[in-house]
Protein backbone atom coordinates (compact mmCIF):
# COMPACT_ATOMS: atom_id res chain seq x y z
CA UNK A 1 0.00 0.00 0.00
CA UNK A 2 3.26 2.48 0.95
CA UNK A 3 4.66 1.84 -2.53
CA UNK A 4 1.41 2.26 -4.44
CA UNK A 5 0.92 5.34 -2.56
CA UNK A 6 4.11 6.49 -3.53
CA UNK A 7 4.01 6.39 -7.00
CA UNK A 8 0.19 7.69 -6.91
CA UNK A 9 2.26 10.95 -5.21
CA UNK A 10 4.93 11.07 -8.05
CA UNK A 11 2.16 11.08 -10.48
CA UNK A 12 0.41 13.95 -9.09
CA UNK A 13 3.52 15.85 -8.80
CA UNK A 14 4.36 14.97 -12.12
CA UNK A 15 0.83 16.16 -13.90
CA UNK A 16 1.04 19.45 -11.78
CA UNK A 17 4.37 20.44 -12.52
CA UNK A 18 4.21 20.08 -16.74
CA UNK A 19 6.38 18.62 -19.21
CA UNK A 20 9.47 20.19 -18.17
CA UNK A 21 11.88 16.93 -17.67
CA UNK A 22 11.81 15.40 -21.48
CA UNK A 23 14.22 15.17 -24.11
CA UNK A 24 12.97 15.14 -27.20
CA UNK A 25 9.35 14.29 -25.86
CA UNK A 26 10.78 11.47 -23.71
CA UNK A 27 10.45 11.19 -20.07
CA UNK A 28 13.62 11.28 -17.96
CA UNK A 29 14.69 9.41 -15.10
CA UNK A 30 17.23 9.87 -12.90
CA UNK A 31 19.30 7.26 -10.68
CA UNK A 32 21.17 7.65 -7.53
CA UNK A 33 22.14 5.71 -4.11
CA UNK A 34 22.72 6.58 -0.93
CA UNK A 35 22.45 5.04 2.43
CA UNK A 36 21.68 5.64 6.03
CA UNK A 37 22.13 4.68 9.50
CA UNK A 38 19.74 2.36 11.69
CA UNK A 39 19.53 1.24 15.37
CA UNK A 40 22.00 -1.67 16.65
CA UNK A 41 19.79 -4.51 16.15
CA UNK A 42 20.68 -7.61 16.10
CA UNK A 43 17.88 -8.36 13.08
CA UNK A 44 19.17 -4.66 11.84
CA UNK A 45 22.78 -6.68 11.86
CA UNK A 46 21.72 -9.58 10.40
CA UNK A 47 20.08 -7.92 7.28
CA UNK A 48 22.03 -4.93 6.24
CA UNK A 49 25.37 -5.42 8.61
CA UNK A 50 28.05 -2.27 9.59
CA UNK A 51 30.79 -1.33 7.03
CA UNK A 52 33.23 -4.07 6.83
CA UNK A 53 36.03 -1.38 8.43
CA UNK A 54 33.83 -0.94 11.44
CA UNK A 55 35.96 -2.29 14.31
CA UNK A 56 33.06 -5.02 15.61
CA UNK A 57 30.97 -3.33 18.55
CA UNK A 58 31.44 0.33 17.31
CA UNK A 59 29.34 0.51 14.37
CA UNK A 60 25.57 0.39 13.34
CA UNK A 61 23.85 -1.38 10.22
CA UNK A 62 23.71 0.78 7.37
CA UNK A 63 20.57 0.76 4.89
CA UNK A 64 21.44 1.37 0.96
CA UNK A 65 18.61 2.54 -1.14
CA UNK A 66 18.47 3.01 -4.47
CA UNK A 67 16.31 6.10 -5.80
CA UNK A 68 14.45 7.04 -9.71
CA UNK A 69 13.63 10.42 -9.49
CA UNK A 70 11.63 12.43 -11.81
CA UNK A 71 13.66 14.89 -13.33
CA UNK A 72 10.32 16.70 -13.92
CA UNK A 73 9.35 17.09 -10.55
CA UNK A 74 11.98 15.69 -8.22
CA UNK A 75 9.92 13.51 -6.91
CA UNK A 76 10.94 9.99 -5.62
CA UNK A 77 9.47 7.30 -8.21
CA UNK A 78 10.74 3.90 -6.92
CA UNK A 79 13.12 2.63 -3.75
CA UNK A 80 15.36 -0.35 -4.09
CA UNK A 81 16.50 -1.40 -0.81
CA UNK A 82 20.20 -3.32 0.00
CA UNK A 83 22.70 -4.26 2.16
CA UNK A 84 26.29 -1.84 1.39
CA UNK A 85 28.09 -5.01 -0.33
CA UNK A 86 25.51 -4.71 -2.71
CA UNK A 87 27.07 -2.70 -6.02
CA UNK A 88 24.46 0.08 -7.52
CA UNK A 89 24.45 -1.90 -11.36
CA UNK A 90 23.00 -4.74 -9.25
CA UNK A 91 20.37 -2.82 -7.91
CA UNK A 92 19.40 -0.62 -10.97
CA UNK A 93 18.52 -3.80 -12.44
CA UNK A 94 15.53 -4.37 -10.03
CA UNK A 95 13.94 -1.21 -11.52
CA UNK A 96 13.12 -3.13 -15.27
CA UNK A 97 9.37 -2.89 -14.10
CA UNK A 98 9.94 0.79 -13.40
CA UNK A 99 11.22 1.87 -16.58
CA UNK A 100 9.76 1.81 -19.74
CA UNK A 101 10.05 1.64 -23.42
CA UNK A 102 11.21 5.43 -24.18
CA UNK A 103 12.46 6.60 -21.33
CA UNK A 104 15.89 8.26 -20.95
CA UNK A 105 17.80 7.03 -17.68
CA UNK A 106 20.19 9.43 -16.36
CA UNK A 107 23.20 9.00 -13.79
CA UNK A 108 26.66 9.58 -13.10
CA UNK A 109 29.90 7.87 -14.00
CA UNK A 110 28.97 4.30 -12.48
CA UNK A 111 26.23 3.95 -14.83
CA UNK A 112 28.91 4.79 -17.60
CA UNK A 113 29.55 0.77 -18.35
CA UNK A 114 29.43 -1.38 -20.90
CA UNK A 115 26.69 -3.55 -19.71
CA UNK A 116 24.21 -0.61 -18.63
CA UNK A 117 24.82 0.83 -22.19
CA UNK A 118 24.13 -2.68 -23.95
CA UNK A 119 21.40 -3.87 -21.70
CA UNK A 120 18.96 -1.18 -21.36
CA UNK A 121 19.02 -0.17 -25.14
CA UNK A 122 17.46 -3.45 -25.54
CA UNK A 123 14.58 -2.68 -23.31
CA UNK A 124 14.16 0.83 -25.98
CA UNK A 125 15.67 2.94 -22.68
CA UNK A 126 18.44 4.89 -23.43
CA UNK A 127 21.17 6.09 -21.06
CA UNK A 128 23.01 9.28 -20.53
CA UNK A 129 25.95 9.30 -17.94
CA UNK A 130 29.20 10.41 -17.14
CA UNK A 131 32.15 8.47 -18.60
CA UNK A 132 33.69 6.13 -16.00
CA UNK A 133 36.69 7.67 -15.19
CA UNK A 134 38.89 4.28 -15.97
CA UNK A 135 37.58 4.20 -19.32
CA UNK A 136 40.27 5.93 -21.69
CA UNK A 137 39.32 8.38 -24.99
CA UNK A 138 40.65 9.36 -28.06
CA UNK A 139 38.52 11.27 -30.53
CA UNK A 140 41.08 11.16 -33.35
CA UNK A 141 39.82 7.80 -33.53
CA UNK A 142 35.91 8.23 -33.61
CA UNK A 143 33.05 8.68 -35.69
CA UNK A 144 33.16 12.59 -35.09
CA UNK A 145 29.72 14.78 -35.30
CA UNK A 146 32.05 17.96 -33.52
CA UNK A 147 35.20 18.71 -32.58
CA UNK A 148 34.05 17.12 -28.97
CA UNK A 149 31.04 14.58 -30.09
CA UNK A 150 31.64 11.54 -31.89
CA UNK A 151 30.74 7.86 -32.16
CA UNK A 152 32.77 5.22 -30.58
CA UNK A 153 32.50 1.35 -31.01
CA UNK A 154 32.84 -0.18 -27.79
CA UNK A 155 33.36 -4.24 -27.45
CA UNK A 156 32.62 -6.93 -24.93
CA UNK A 157 34.97 -7.72 -22.07
CA UNK A 158 35.96 -11.55 -22.35
CA UNK A 159 35.34 -11.78 -18.88
CA UNK A 160 32.33 -11.80 -17.33
CA UNK A 161 31.37 -9.03 -14.22
CA UNK A 162 29.90 -10.30 -11.04
CA UNK A 163 26.50 -7.68 -11.96
CA UNK A 164 25.25 -10.17 -14.34
CA UNK A 165 24.40 -13.87 -14.31
CA UNK A 166 26.72 -15.89 -17.20
CA UNK A 167 23.27 -16.38 -19.10
CA UNK A 168 22.95 -12.59 -19.26
CA UNK A 169 26.07 -11.79 -20.06
CA UNK A 170 25.84 -13.78 -23.00
CA UNK A 171 22.89 -11.93 -24.40
CA UNK A 172 24.93 -9.08 -24.33
CA UNK A 173 26.07 -7.93 -27.68
CA UNK A 174 29.76 -8.54 -28.58
CA UNK A 175 29.95 -4.33 -29.72
CA UNK A 176 27.76 -1.58 -29.34
CA UNK A 177 28.13 1.93 -30.92
CA UNK A 178 28.17 4.63 -28.31
CA UNK A 179 28.17 8.65 -28.28
CA UNK A 180 30.77 10.62 -25.95
CA UNK A 181 30.26 14.20 -25.83
CA UNK A 182 33.11 16.30 -23.83
CA UNK A 183 32.97 19.77 -22.64
CA UNK A 184 34.58 21.68 -20.18
CA UNK A 185 32.37 22.77 -17.13
CA UNK A 186 32.96 26.52 -16.10
CA UNK A 187 31.98 27.89 -13.21
CA UNK A 188 32.57 31.67 -11.97
CA UNK A 189 35.62 31.56 -9.31
CA UNK A 190 36.60 28.52 -10.00
CA UNK A 191 38.73 26.33 -12.68
CA UNK A 192 37.52 24.73 -15.64
CA UNK A 193 36.88 21.02 -15.52
CA UNK A 194 36.60 18.50 -18.63
CA UNK A 195 33.88 16.37 -18.24
CA UNK A 196 32.87 13.55 -20.54
CA UNK A 197 29.19 12.46 -21.27
CA UNK A 198 28.25 8.91 -22.63
CA UNK A 199 25.00 8.02 -24.12
CA UNK A 200 23.01 5.84 -26.30
CA UNK A 201 21.26 8.39 -28.11
CA UNK A 202 23.51 8.73 -31.43
CA UNK A 203 21.33 10.88 -33.31
CA UNK A 204 23.50 14.73 -33.28
CA UNK A 205 20.32 16.31 -35.04
CA UNK A 206 17.82 15.19 -32.52
CA UNK A 207 19.85 15.11 -29.82
CA UNK A 208 22.29 17.99 -29.52
CA UNK A 209 25.16 17.97 -27.57
CA UNK A 210 24.27 20.79 -25.80
CA UNK A 211 20.92 19.73 -24.73
CA UNK A 212 22.76 16.30 -23.05
CA UNK A 213 25.22 18.94 -21.65
CA UNK A 214 22.20 20.74 -19.94
CA UNK A 215 20.31 17.44 -19.16
CA UNK A 216 23.32 16.06 -17.21
CA UNK A 217 23.53 19.82 -15.25
CA UNK A 218 20.18 19.41 -13.79
CA UNK A 219 21.20 16.10 -12.56
CA UNK A 220 22.69 17.75 -9.79
CA UNK A 221 19.60 19.46 -8.96
CA UNK A 222 18.45 16.08 -7.94
CA UNK A 223 21.46 14.95 -5.57
CA UNK A 224 20.31 17.82 -3.57
CA UNK A 225 16.76 15.89 -3.17
CA UNK A 226 19.03 13.42 -1.24
CA UNK A 227 20.06 16.28 0.87
CA UNK A 228 16.74 17.89 0.88
CA UNK A 229 15.75 13.66 2.28
CA UNK A 230 18.61 13.15 4.57
CA UNK A 231 19.66 16.40 6.14
CA UNK A 232 16.00 18.53 5.61
CA UNK A 233 13.46 15.69 6.59
CA UNK A 234 16.22 14.24 9.05
CA UNK A 235 16.29 10.35 7.58
CA UNK A 236 19.90 10.24 7.56
CA UNK A 237 19.04 7.56 10.91
CA UNK A 238 16.02 5.47 10.96
CA UNK A 239 14.67 4.64 14.49
CA UNK A 240 12.49 1.30 13.75
CA UNK A 241 13.98 -2.02 15.64
CA UNK A 242 13.54 -4.62 12.58
CA UNK A 243 14.00 -4.77 8.49
CA UNK A 244 10.31 -4.86 7.89
CA UNK A 245 9.86 -1.69 9.76
CA UNK A 246 12.88 -0.14 8.54
CA UNK A 247 11.37 -0.77 5.03
CA UNK A 248 8.11 0.78 5.74
CA UNK A 249 10.14 3.61 7.78
CA UNK A 250 12.23 4.40 4.09
CA UNK A 251 8.43 4.84 2.31
CA UNK A 252 6.90 6.81 4.59
CA UNK A 253 10.09 9.23 4.35
CA UNK A 254 9.67 9.14 0.25
CA UNK A 255 5.97 9.82 0.31
CA UNK A 256 6.56 12.69 2.61
CA UNK A 257 9.24 13.95 0.44
CA UNK A 258 6.84 13.63 -2.44
CA UNK A 259 3.94 15.66 -0.63
CA UNK A 260 6.10 18.47 -0.37
CA UNK A 261 7.14 18.16 -4.26
CA UNK A 262 3.26 18.04 -5.01
CA UNK A 263 2.91 21.08 -2.71
CA UNK A 264 5.44 23.16 -4.60
CA UNK A 265 4.15 21.89 -7.99
CA UNK A 266 0.90 23.37 -7.20
CA UNK A 267 2.29 26.77 -6.52
CA UNK A 268 4.54 26.76 -9.71
CA UNK A 269 1.59 26.12 -11.20
CA UNK A 270 -0.89 28.51 -9.87
CA UNK A 271 1.68 31.11 -9.92
CA UNK A 272 4.15 30.42 -13.02
CA UNK A 273 7.37 30.17 -11.41
CA UNK A 274 10.89 28.47 -11.77
CA UNK A 275 10.21 25.28 -9.32
CA UNK A 276 14.23 25.08 -8.95
CA UNK A 277 13.99 28.84 -7.11
CA UNK A 278 11.11 27.25 -4.86
CA UNK A 279 12.76 26.17 -1.88
CA UNK A 280 11.82 22.59 -0.38
CA UNK A 281 13.07 23.51 3.33
CA UNK A 282 11.67 26.84 2.98
CA UNK A 283 7.77 25.05 1.48
CA UNK A 284 8.53 22.40 4.48
CA UNK A 285 8.50 25.41 7.32
CA UNK A 286 5.74 26.73 5.21
CA UNK A 287 3.66 23.85 5.47
CA UNK A 288 4.12 23.45 9.03
CA UNK A 289 3.09 27.07 10.11
CA UNK A 290 0.24 26.85 7.71
CA UNK A 291 -1.37 23.88 8.64
CA UNK A 292 -1.43 24.49 12.33
CA UNK A 293 -3.59 27.44 11.23
CA UNK A 294 -5.48 25.53 8.62
CA UNK A 295 -6.79 22.72 11.06
CA UNK A 296 -8.12 25.37 13.61
CA UNK A 297 -10.27 27.14 10.57
CA UNK A 298 -13.84 27.14 10.84
CA UNK A 299 -15.00 27.14 7.40
CA UNK A 300 -14.07 25.68 4.63
CA UNK A 301 -14.18 28.82 2.63
CA UNK A 302 -11.35 30.26 5.84
CA UNK A 303 -9.27 26.85 5.04
CA UNK A 304 -9.14 27.45 0.90
CA UNK A 305 -8.25 31.08 1.49
CA UNK A 306 -5.44 30.21 3.78
CA UNK A 307 -4.51 27.18 1.00
CA UNK A 308 -4.31 30.14 -1.31
CA UNK A 309 -1.86 32.47 0.94
CA UNK A 310 0.50 29.24 1.41
CA UNK A 311 0.68 28.89 -2.16
CA UNK A 312 1.34 32.63 -2.80
CA UNK A 313 4.07 32.90 0.28
CA UNK A 314 5.92 30.02 -1.62
CA UNK A 315 5.32 31.26 -5.46
CA UNK A 316 7.27 34.82 -3.13
CA UNK A 317 9.62 33.21 -1.34
CA UNK A 318 12.14 32.37 -3.74
CA UNK A 319 15.64 31.50 -3.35
CA UNK A 320 18.14 34.08 -5.05
CA UNK A 321 19.22 32.78 -8.77
CA UNK A 322 22.30 31.01 -8.41
CA UNK A 323 23.68 29.47 -11.95
CA UNK A 324 26.07 26.56 -11.93
Known sequence: RLEQILAATAATADQRTGSGGTLAGRPVKVVDAS???????????????????????????????????????????????????????????????????????????????????????????????????ARKVDFRKARRWAKNDGLFVWRKGPSQTDIFSRRQWDRLPAQITVRLVRFTAVIRGHRGRRLTLVTSLLDPKLYPAEQLIGLYARRWRLELCLRDLKTTMGMEQLRCQSPEMVAKELLVYLIGHNLIRCLMAQAVARHQVDLERVSFRGTVDAARQFMAVILQARSRKMRDQLWDDLLLNLARDLVPYRPN
Open 35 to 133: SAQLPDTKPNQRRYPQPAGQKPGCGFPVIKFLLLFSLNSGAVLHAVTANLSQHELRLVRQLQGQLHKGDILLGDRAYGDYGTLASWPQAGVDVVARLHQ
